[in-house]
């Protein structure tokens, strides 16, 4: 957006924190993708406060969030088990820099949950946690170049900030990609190591395995492509990742960071019963405290181990996120929550299938209840890979948001990411959401 800034309705203050925040903050904000996910809302808005599935912005107005912190508030906004807890460690001390007992626990509790790790390590953030396992997987196999999927999105950091939203122009040809630094500043030694794909294409994947025989550490992927509008493994797709890595010597990485704990008490390596050689966790294992890991197979992980390969950090797992991550997944491990939030962002799924169908708008609704987004294709087919989302109609998007924002639901505002539901949404809440979506939908 050019030229002087409005304000909306009821949202002034908003308007004057981002205002004053320019002065100090780099462009106002503490993250890049905040300055870039207010859609055509011309500012950022300022929450204040939250309870359950409901924040607050500093105007007072209330909404039903679907955000709820990019998934990490997967039990809702100031919930009231992980408050208890985590005022306990507030006066026992939050950090000592030392071993510590939660860490233990919340290792044990990951390695009973999912299928592939045997050995956790902990981390602050998903893009240390994604640095953590590359490095582990190299470390592993000698070997340096790591094959991604084009626009799959493993954080920041230089290792793989490559190709996550190119330009069709600048990213080449459909089938042989060119890896694109996300950023100025990434250097080119950094791009040359890695490998890029397109999604859902073995043909494809086989000629790059082929060309590079012998020289990649890993291939990673976000099982459901989150950061991708939700895109899913086509059928057998994750299975076929799961042969060429074994058949190669490959690690194979799943970016958890998303679907972790949230599709379920084992993530998506159990929802599509493919299990990788390393996987990594952040958001919803935290329960909103930044805390993250990558777990893996015993032989992976092993010079990790040994002291041969490193990793550190000072924060790594203190008591205070350690704690939340035990609480978290104390709930999370019970099947009737996952199932829970899975049902509810089914039924928005479906709101949002009908509205379409009545209205007559194309469009495709795609990922799992716990995660899902709408993608306004133009025949109303599902998108395969990151190339189908440069042809989808983004304005719409944007349109459709906004009206959800100004009947009081917040979602993400970049149709490439996706809903998260929360633990905590009620009956009462899906259906104000149902119903904004139908009204929504009346205005495209
Ligand atoms: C799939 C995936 N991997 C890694 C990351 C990076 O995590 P963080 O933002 O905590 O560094 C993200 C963040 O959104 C993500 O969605």
């Known amino acids: 957006m050019t030229g002087q800034i409005q304000t909306l309705s009821g949202t002034h203050t908003s308007h004057e924190w981002f205002d004053r925040a320019q002065a100090s903050l780099a462009g106002g904000v503490s993250s890049s993708s905040r300055l870039t996910s207010t859609g055509p809302h011309p500012y950022p808005l300022y929450m204040a406060s939250g309870s359950g599935t409901r924040i607050r912005d500093v105007d007072g107005n209330e909404y039903i969030d679907y955000l709820i912190s990019y998934g990490s508030a997967v039990l809702g906004h100031a919930a009231p088990e992980l408050t208890e807890a985590l005022t306990a460690v507030l006066h026992t001390g939050t950090m000592f820099g030392t071993c510590n007992t939660p860490e233990v626990e919340l290792a044990e509790l990951i390695c009973e949950m999912v299928p592939c790790a045997q050995l956790v390590r902990f981390a602050n953030s998903g893009s240390e946690a994604v640095q953590g396992a590359v490095r582990a997987a190299r470390g592993y196999t000698g070997r340096s170049k790591i094959l991604k999927f084009e626009g799959h999105y493993h954080g920041w950091s230089d290792t793989l900030a490559i190709s996550n939203r190119p330009g069709e122009a ?35 994947l086989r000629t790059l395995l082929d060309a590079h025989r012998g020289e990649v550490a890993a291939v990673i992927c976000e099982p459901i492509v989150a950061n991708n509008a939700c895109t899913m493994p086509a059928p057998g797709y994750l299975d ?42 952040s958001k919803a294992l935290g329960g909103g405290l930044p805390i993250a890991a990558f777990a893996g197979q015993r032989h992976v992980m092993e010079p990790l181990a040994q002291g041969h390969v490193k990793h550190g950090g000072t924060y790594n797992a203190s008591p205070l996120c350690a704690t939340s991550g035990l609480v978290t997944l104390r709930q999370l491990s019970q099947p009737e929550v996952t199932k829970h939030i899975d049902d509810s962002g089914m039924r928005i799924m479906e709101a949002i299938r009908r509205a379409a169908h009545d209205h007559r708008i194309p469009c495709a609704v795609q990922g799992v209840g716990a995660m899902f987004q709408i993608v306004f294709t133009t025949d109303g087919t599902p998108t395969r890979h990151y190339r189908d989302l440069l042809h989808t109609d983004q304005a719409r998007y944007h349109a459709f948001r906004h009206e959800l924002l100004k009947r009081g639901i917040h979602t993400n505002a970049y149709g490439m990411a996706c809903w998260f539901v929360a633990a905590t949404v009620t009956t009462q809440e899906l259906d104000a959401t149902c119903q904004a979506v139908d009204e929504a939908f009346s205005t495209l």
């Not at 600048?170 to 996300?182: L, T």
Request: charged share 20%; net charge negative; hydrophobic share 45%.
């Open 170 to 204: 600048e990213a080449g040809s459909y089938a042989m990609p060119r890896p694109v630094p996300h950023s100025p500043g990434i250097p080119a030694g950094v791009v040359d190591d890695v490998l890029v794909c397109p999604w859902n294409d073995p043909a494809a």
């Open 240 to 281: 076929l990742l799961r042969e060429e890595c074994t058949a190669r010597g490959i690690v194979l990485i799943f970016d958890e960071v998303c679907t972790g704990f949230r599709t379920g008490p084992a993530g998506a390596q159990a929802l599509f019963d493919v299990v990788p050689d390393l996987a990594v966790f």
